[in-house]
């Protein structure tokens, strides 16, 4: 199994621009979990997905950003526009229906200039 | 919500020594206790988890305890490597469909 896939795995740009992380979850996984982790802010929970639907969204920092699972497959998460204040490593994880735990993705390490 | 407290942030300990993490929980409903560990630029990987079900859980050097009544549950981690450098982070949840609250982190550096 490939484990969670997400890309790209760096990003850097400048602020203002349309940022869009992608996820793969674990074939099977049926639920998908997106976090934001700094150091000062630790790991925090953005949004999560249940069989495809947003189930809490409550962790979503404002209206820039949004994030979609169009299929079982794929997921997204995109910031526009986005600010410096939003530099952090991206990870999004997976679970499978019936279980507690959750595999982590490598994580993408944005940096907003 | 759940509110998950971690200490100590720092733990700095010669290699073959203990090292012990504590956590606080505040939700009674919470039922299930992960520990992640994550090495610098890695992603945080499950080492230990614990229900409530049980009062103690082991595997190899690490083990992890629970509390319920006083909800706060601990990582031991016996003859420390300098591999275990890395940090800590508990979680907490309610289990089934329910979202982890992590604690804030607990960076443990192991030295030869």
């Known amino acids: 199994d490939a484990g969670v896939i997400q890309s790209p795995r760096h990003e850097v740009t400048e602020m203002g621009q349309e940022v869009t992380l992608r996820c793969k979850p674990i074939?099977?996984?049926?639920?998908l979990f997106w976090y934001r982790q700094t150091m000062m802010r630790g790991l925090e929970l953005l949004i999560y997905?249940?069989?495809?639907?947003?189930?809490?969204d409550s962790g979503m920092p404002e209206d820039r950003f949004s994030a979609k699972m169009p299929n079982a497959s794929f997921s997204t998460l995109k910031i526009q526009p986005s600010e410096p204040r939003d530099s952090a490593v991206y990870f999004c994880a997976s679970r499978e229906v019936g279980t507690d735990t959750q595999y982590f993705g490598p994580g993408t390490r944005l940096t907003v200039l | 919500g759940e509110n998950v407290e971690q200490h100590p942030s720092t733990l700095s300990v010669q290699e073959g020594d203990s090292a012990v993490i504590k956590c606080t929980y505040s939700d009674s409903a919470s039922n299930y206790f992960p520990w992640y560990k994550q090495e610098l630029g890695k992603r945080p990987q499950l080492i230990i988890d614990i229900r409530s079900n049980v009062g103690e859980k082991k595997d190899q050097r690490i083990a992890v305890t629970l509390n319920k009544t006083a909800k706060h549950f601990s990582l031991h981690i016996t003859e420390t490597q300098p591999e275990d450098s890395a940090v800590y982070f508990c979680a907490a949840s309610i289990g089934g469909y329910s979202t982890l609250t992590f604690g804030k982190g607990t960076m443990l550096l192991v030295s030869p």
């Open positions: 074939s099977g996984h049926n639920s």
């Open positions: 997905f249940n069989n495809n639907v947003p189930i809490d």
